[in-house]
């Protein structure tokens, strides 16, 4: 384990969290956390429902986007309080401090709440700026599933990782999106008396940030794979990675990408009958499916046990951190919900270390502190009851 | 209600402050000004009202908006009658001319295809501009749109419906605004410069 001399002397510029303030945020009408910062991991233990991912949930605010729980921005909003929320942290990066504040101020009229960000003090346009100096990185139980659900959710988790190396990613996801449901109306609508030439200029501009989109995912593809390569055969699975798509496929398989984007507008060209009475594209980005598998056992994720899939995630989104770390020089913050309870002890163990060695903050939560014997002394903890946080010892 | 003053003048309080860049504060400061300047700006400012309301209209070649038609655009001889610039808006139209380096016609497009928003080819000028381009007297059609998804969506389909005829088809360029610095541009703006990059002449 690592001790505070060591973590301080990382090179990389550590991301933490000296301060967080929430006021009407979740169960918790105003509530301060200090946090002595002399350790890696914070831990927070306390009985379910006592509002432990709540405290996640609000430093997954301080990320662009919709949060952990990916909840509307009013359902945030305490029960029976005023309707506005906000979480105010100390965020340091590396020496600096920097205070973030984000939230939404009451909508008297039902209109929707628009996500409110300030830093040092400064409000910002948007949350984007959250994306720039700092990243948050999370593993929730609710991703547990992730391998046995359609692959919407897989292509979701995919095209977040993506967005840490390649900020432009949403953008492009965002316009090829937007333009496949102009033309879904347009067929939808219209059928085959629909403009010949409006569906081409449709097709055209899918085609130029599908190729864009699709470019992006296989490059981080790749860097994550080397990341997983290089991790040493330790407690956790080797995870092979594939990207599973047809636009994909195309270039991995060293297809020009001029070439194939000129294949991918000739393909829905020639679909656009099928693709009108299915009011949805039959190809393209957002079909693509990301497949995980367990390298040791060669089996496909999903087909793997409970623990294993866990351990698989677990190993994806530490060779993530990393590689965020090796490419940036600073690994994201990370969140991780009831991480400790679906594996065994020696796992554990060795999770506690692989985390706190990044180099940033990590969170855990668990529901007993006996699951993270073993960190006395290496982490700060804290009690979590009825909306009240406690310290509860190092 | 006050009744600091009548309820004409606050007619005329309310219809300023439905100007774009006005606000009610901005339209109270504009009504008293005007008041004060009865005859040397009040009375002008509504004979001309009056008159550019009777005379206004779309011209039926580019459909610019003016108090003759054809335009004072298409109607002036010294203009090149061989390049089109299609925009999207009259603005657009009027941010080209300030800049007086394109000395060609203009067609305005009335907006960009959006089948969200329900906008078809048959809601924007897009046959006359083809009727123009038809004639014959044309050799260049640049493409001066906005740089956005419906922008270059309607850019595209201009392009797939002038294929047909013996024009060239060129578009603005995208990329490094002059006297920009590269610190401050969003990627996006980097890649699509870095794409369109030129040799340097020397």
Redesign the interface.
């Known amino acids: 384990m690592t001790d505070k001399n060591a973590w301080s002397s990382l090179e990389h510029n550590r991301v933490f969290i000296s301060k967080l303030t929430l006021t009407d945020f979740r169960c918790y009408q105003h509530t301060q956390l200090k946090l002595g910062c002399d350790h890696p991991l914070v831990v927070l233990t306390g009985p379910n429902g006592a509002g432990k991912t709540n405290i996640l949930e609000a430093l997954s605010y301080m990320a662009p986007g919709r949060g952990l729980r990916r909840s509307s921005l009013t359902d945030v909003a305490r029960q029976s309080g005023p309707g506005s929320w906000a979480a105010a942290a100390d965020l340091m990066v590396g020496d600096e401090m920097i205070k973030v504040g984000t939230g939404i101020e009451p909508t008297p009229g039902g209109e929707t709440a628009k996500r409110l960000v300030r830093v040092d003090g400064e409000n910002a346009q948007n949350s984007n700026v959250l994306g720039e100096r700092w990243s948050v990185g999370w593993l929730t139980p609710q991703m547990d599933r992730l391998f046995i659900e359609g692959p919407s959710s897989r292509r979701r988790f995919l095209d977040r990782l993506v967005l840490g190396l390649f900020?432009?990613h949403s953008?492009q996801v965002g316009?090829y999106e937007?333009?496949m449901?102009?033309?879904n109306?347009?067929l939808a609508?219209q059928g085959n008396r629909a403009?010949g030439?409006?569906l081409?200029?449709?097709e055209?501009?899918m085609a130029e940030h599908g190729i864009a989109a699709a470019i992006a995912r296989l490059e981080f593809a790749g860097q994550l794979a080397g990341q997983l390569d290089e991790a040493e055969d330790g407690p956790f699975p080797k995870a092979l990675l594939a990207i599973d798509g047809w636009l994909e496929g195309m270039l991995a398989d060293g297809t020009a990408p001029v070439d194939a984007e000129l294949a991918f507008r000739e393909r829905l060209k020639a679909g656009r009958m099928a693709d009108g009475s299915n009011s949805r594209a039959n190809v393209g980005i957002h079909k693509t499916d990301l497949v995980v598998a367990h390298a040791p056992k060669n089996m496909r994720a999903d087909l793997c046990s409970t623990g294993e899939q866990k351990a698989l995630l677990v190993a994806l989104v530490l060779a993530n951190a990393k590689l965020q770390a090796a490419l940036k020089g600073r690994a994201p913050l990370m969140l991780m919900d009831e991480v400790a309870a679906h594996l065994d002890i020696d796992r554990r163990i060795a999770l506690f270390e692989a985390l706190a060695s990044l180099g940033s903050q990590c969170w855990l939560t668990g529901t007993d502190k006996s699951l993270f014997e073993g960190l006395s002394g290496k982490a700060e903890f804290f009690e979590v009851s009825d909306g009240k946080i406690q310290p509860s010892g190092r | 209600m006050p009744k600091s003053h009548g309820s004409d003048i606050d007619a005329l309080i309310q219809l300023l402050a439905k100007l774009p860049g006005l606000g009610p504060r901005s339209a109270r400061r504009s009504t008293l000004q005007l008041l004060k300047k009865r005859d040397s700006v009040m009375v002008p400012l509504a004979h001309a009202l009056m008159n550019v309301a009777d005379t206004v209209q779309i011209c039926e070649v580019c459909s610019n908006i003016d108090t003759h038609n054809p335009c004072h655009v298409c109607e002036d001889v010294r203009r090149d009658r061989t390049t089109i610039c299609v925009v999207e808006d009259v603005s657009d139209l009027w941010a080209l001319d300030r800049s007086e380096t394109f000395r060609g016609q203009y067609h305005v497009l009335g907006g960009t295809l959006s089948a969200l928003d329900g906008i078809g080819p048959d809601d924007l000028t897009v046959d006359s501009l083809i009727g123009r381009v038809r004639s014959g007297e044309i050799d260049e059609v640049i493409l001066a749109l906005n740089a956005t998804v419906d922008g270059q969506t309607t850019s595209h389909y201009l392009a797939e419906k002038l294929e047909e005829f013996d024009v060239k088809v060129t578009a603005l360029a995208h990329g490094v605004p002059v006297g920009g610095e590269l610190d401050y541009l969003d990627d996006g703006t980097l890649a699509a410069a870095l794409r369109a990059r030129g040799s340097v002449s020397s």
Do not use: F, I, N
């Open positions: 900020p432009d953008r316009a937007r333009v449901r102009e033309r109306k347009l609508e403009d030439a409006w081409s200029a449709l055209a501009r």
